[in-house]
């Protein structure tokens, strides 16, 4: 078992200032892998007052300085990405294949978008082209308190910590407690690329104590939260007390709308949809959770969901295949079980899956992939993000129901839509309330902006989108 009890302060490995033992449990076995150690208001204390030293002479190095340890970082990461999918497998239960080439992907994808926005992007520039007597420039925040999730750890740290120290902010990162072997990995690699002492921290903690003394920290000038809206409404009220900067990337419950006209596309749009929803053990603020179907293909929708649902494979985490892997707890797992219940107390039909664990995986966190029908919007399985592999299906009528119903929610992150008409597409994707919107499977290009309307946050994360979040802008007239 690893002991990774130390923090990355400074530019060296410290012991905490008080020893507070925490197991990373593996998912998949329920056994302890790593013992860590959880921080406390001393260690952000520590951190923060590093990061504000350093602030100064990296934010006086030349742009092109910093690009270049970016891009060494770049080679770092590439090079080491095995050891990276391994930590991310054990800590959070990503299969194996999946965690070497989505989540430990997620990043290496990440760090070449902003290396690519860095080209474009402009410190100086004047108010009006041609006329230099008034100036925009761009300058960086400052030290950054960053707080980052389980479920997709290397997406959501580099998406932070890339653009801050590209842009000449200096950081102090606090991943989940329940899955920081990743980003312990990740600060050997700043470290091996040679970013000077103080330019970026690493403390391990929980929320309530360590998240909450880097919040509230009066040397921390911006904070980047991602999780749950509980979670983001506790960063920005205690940041906006101090007027800090503040950006929030929360939850989702996003839409799917597949119309009658897909004609013969109709069950590979099902499918996707399905695919989509129980990637990653459906542990993704985007998944595509409530599938609305018109209502005059709506019961083939559902024998092509039950049938995708039920021949999902499960398989640990550490077995190489295409497989979908545990919830990343107990908690978890109990939180998805409780929701199949409020499914059925509420009168949902189940399709496919359902309660319990799946046919030989008694150990570890593992569940059902759970399709029900005969659900409304109104359901709090339509409403709540569960946060597990659990879709929900919900016919309609016509398209102004269908686009009613899709932004009836709390969240507003993600929507996607499946059709085969060029008018629909354009009129439709253009009321759904959301910051995000795939038509017919289509992925999302390098540097694309990643966040979202309503409870789903605050801030655009990625590409140019995520460098103009860490600057502050000046006007200078002369």
């Known amino acids: 078992m690893l002991e990774k009890t130390r923090f990355y302060i400074d530019g060296d490995w410290v012991a905490p200032a008080t020893a507070k033992p925490f197991d990373v449990i593996d998912p998949s076995t329920e056994q302890s892998v790593a013992t860590i150690s959880l921080g406390s208001a001393a260690d952000v204390d520590a951190a923060v007052e590093a990061a504000a030293k350093a602030f100064p002479a990296w934010a006086a190095t030349p742009f092109a300085e910093r690009v270049a340890l ?3 970082l770049l080679k770092v990461y590439v090079a080491r990405e095995a050891d990276m999918a391994e930590a991310i497998s054990k800590e959070m239960g990503a299969p194996i294949d999946f965690a070497l080439a989505s989540q430990t992907g997620a990043g290496t994808w990440h760090i070449e978008a902003f290396l690519d926005a860095a080209k474009e992007f402009t410190f100086e520039e004047p108010l009006n082209a041609g006329d230099d007597s ?3 420039v761009r300058e960086p925040v400052g030290v950054c308190g960053l ?15 890339i653009p801050a120290v590209l842009v000449g902010c200096t950081v102090v990162l606090k991943p989940s407690e329940i899955a920081p072997l990743s980003s312990m990995v990740f600060a050997e690699m700043m470290d091996e690329a040679g970013f000077p002492a103080g330019v970026f921290n690493l403390v391990n903690g929980d929320g309530p104590e360590v998240g909450a003394a880097l919040t509230s920290h009066d040397r921390v000038d911006m904070m980047s939260f991602t999780g749950s809206v509980r979670g983001g409404e506790a960063v920005g009220t205690t940041a906006m007390q101090a007027m800090k900067r503040v950006t929030l990337e929360l939850g989702g419950k996003s839409p799917n709308l597949i119309f009658a006209d897909l004609g013969d596309d109709l069950a590979s749009a099902v499918e996707r949809g399905v695919r989509h929803c129980m990637n990653n053990t459906g542990q993704s603020c985007n998944a595509p959770t409530r599938m609305f179907v018109e209502a005059s293909v709506f019961d083939e929708a559902k024998a092509v ?15 190489s295949g295409n497989h979908i892997g545990p919830l990343v707890s107990q908690a978890q797992y109990d939180t998805m079980q409780r929701y199949v219940q409020i499914a059925l107390d509420e009168g949902a039909d189940l399709i496919a899956g359902g309660a319990g664990k799946p046919d030989g995986f008694e150990t570890g966190y593992f569940a059902k992939p759970t399709v029900f029908s005969g659900v409304t919007n109104d359901m709090r399985i339509a409403q709540e993000e569960v946060f597990g592999p659990l879709l929900v299906m919900i016919p309609f009528d016509a398209e102004d129901e269908a686009v009613a119903m899709a932004n009836d929610s709390p969240y507003g992150l993600a929507a996607y839509l499946n059709s085969s008409d060029k008018e629909r597409i354009k009129r439709v994707s253009r009321q759904l309330r959301a910051g995000m919107i795939s038509v017919n499977g289509a992925s999302f290009a390098k540097g694309s902006p990643f966040g979202g309307y309503k409870q789903s946050g605050i801030g655009r994360e990625g590409g140019l989108f995520g460098l103009e979040d ?8 002369v």
């Open 70 to 72: 970016v891009e060494k």
């Open 134 to 136: 008034e100036m925009i």
């Open 147 to 161: 707080i980052t999730p389980w479920n997709w750890p290397m997406n959501q740290v580099t998406l932070k910590v």
């Open 305 to 319: 969901a039950a049938k995708v649902a039920s021949d999902i494979k499960i398989g640990l985490s550490a077995d």
């Open 470 to 477: 860490f600057v502050e802008i000046k006007t200078i007239a």
